[in-house]
């Protein structure tokens, strides 16, 4: 028995098109009307259908094939099928496959993210009555609703587990949506070589993108925002960079910059010095990066931000290898309050609650002597800044905020990291 196309094309029909402007007929009071979720278009018409009787209703693959098993097509309505098309299609706009490689999701973990990641989705299609009857919810699991499938997985994978048996190899899962929505691959699935249609990474890339938009756009219109699914289409937009690396990497490249400034010496003779018969040329001496640390220390700096950042200055410092690193820290609001030398920046004595003037941290950081390789400065960014740059020093900006919050401008001479608290 051949694939039922007709029913399929009509069941994303029904998805995408505008339900009747009778109130009779509006999705609230009437299941058989139209859903009117036209953003799904894109995500619907890019699924390629393989008929396939090793499934009980409908499964995904991660290239964004969907297996379906003909005599459940022929007897399903087309209300039915949507469903579960629908169903389908959030596991793949979701990234499931891709999120249960970071959980490294196996066979003995597969049921929970599978239930994890199926009441994320039944919360996502409750609010268009489109739930199959068949997939749990958050509160038939007895979690609460709207939270991601990694809370929900960490919740359920504390419940206790079979354990393989030992030394027999692991077999591929049986059951769940597919590796479209777990990663773990099925006999029946095609693989990527296989002579069948297929979604490549770059392709579901630039899928999820249109469809966040529309999405966005829609839930917006009608003031619904469903959970995980929020969160997908979110991060599908404006994705979210971890900063703690950024800055790590800044203050890296900004010593490593400093400490490649070789200076030249007599005290160190060149090896090459025998090549020239009574003139001696002078070494290059590679000395250690001198290194201060600028603080705002006013009211209006997140102290626990702030504490998270010089943990990260400091795990950078180490991380160089540096013998013999030490650093000078200004605490400063619109004076310069303590100056501290310290092995690391965390143990600094920091002082201050006033106003913010960091022109004052900077001139006093730049008077030292000798004068600093490096100044790393931490902040929310409200003060004003110096109109040059400091000679031969590399400058790092760690503009200190709170989730949301707007982070003022900084000079083209500061290496910018912005530091966003995510709670």
Not at 301 to 315: I, N, T, W, Y
């Amino acid at each position: 028995m051949g694939l039922d196309l007709q029913k399929l094309a009509a069941a994303k029909l029904w998805l995408i098109s505008e339900a009747p402007t009778s109130a009779m007929a509006s999705v609230a009071h009437n299941a058989a009307a139209p859903r009117d979720l036209p953003y799904l278009a894109s995500a619907l018409y890019a699924l390629v259908p393989v008929a396939c009787d090793d499934v009980d209703r409908m499964t995904c693959d991660e290239w964004w094939r969907v297996y379906i098993n003909t005599g459940w097509l022929a007897q399903a309505t087309v209300g039915e099928t949507g469903e579960e098309l629908a169903h389908m299609t959030w596991h793949l706009l979701s990234d499931h496959t891709g999120r249960a490689r970071d959980q490294n999701i196996d066979r003995s973990t597969v049921g929970d993210w599978n239930r994890a990641t199926d009441a994320t989705v039944a919360h996502t299609l409750a609010p268009d009555r489109l739930s199959p009857e068949s997939m749990q919810t958050a509160t038939t699991l007895g979690l609460r609703p709207g939270l991601s499938a990694e809370q929900y997985f960490a919740s359920l994978s504390r419940l206790p587990v079979t354990a393989e048996p030992q030394g027999e190899p692991q077999q591929p899962p049986s059951g769940g949506c597919g590796s479209g929505a777990d990663g773990l691959f099925r006999l029946h699935e095609r693989g990527p070589d296989a002579d069948v249609a297929a979604i490549t990474s770059l392709d579901a890339r630039e899928i999820r993108r249109k469809v966040s938009i529309g999405y966005e756009e829609h839930t917006l219109a009608r003031g619904d925002q469903p959970g995980d699914a929020l969160r997908s289409i979110t991060q599908t937009l404006e994705p979210t960079v971890r900063w703690e690396p950024i800055l790590t990497a800044a203050v890296r490249r900004a010593t490593s910059w400093a400490a490649g400034r070789g200076e030249y010496t007599y005290s160190r003779p060149s090896r090459r010095g025998g090549s020239t018969a009574g003139v001696i040329l002078p070494g290059q001496h590679r000395p250690v990066p001198r290194l201060s640390i600028v603080v705002d220390t006013s009211a209006s700096v997140d102290d626990k931000l702030l504490e998270r950042a010089l943990g990260e200055v400091d795990g950078a410092i180490a991380a160089l290898g540096i013998s013999g690193a030490s650093v000078t820290v200004f605490s400063v609001d619109a004076a310069v309050q303590t100056v501290n030398r310290v092995r690391k920046a965390k143990d600094a004595q920091l002082v201050g609650a006033g106003g913010t003037d960091l022109r004052i941290g900077l001139g006093a950081a730049d008077a030292q002597r000798p004068r600093p390789d490096v100044v790393i400065i931490f902040t929310d960014g409200d003060t004003p800044w110096p109109e040059t740059q400091l000679p031969n020093v590399a400058v790092v900006a760690a503009l200190l905020g709170r989730n949301s919050a707007h982070l003022p401008p900084t000079p083209s001479w500061v290496m910018r990291v912005e530091c966003i608290l995510d709670f």
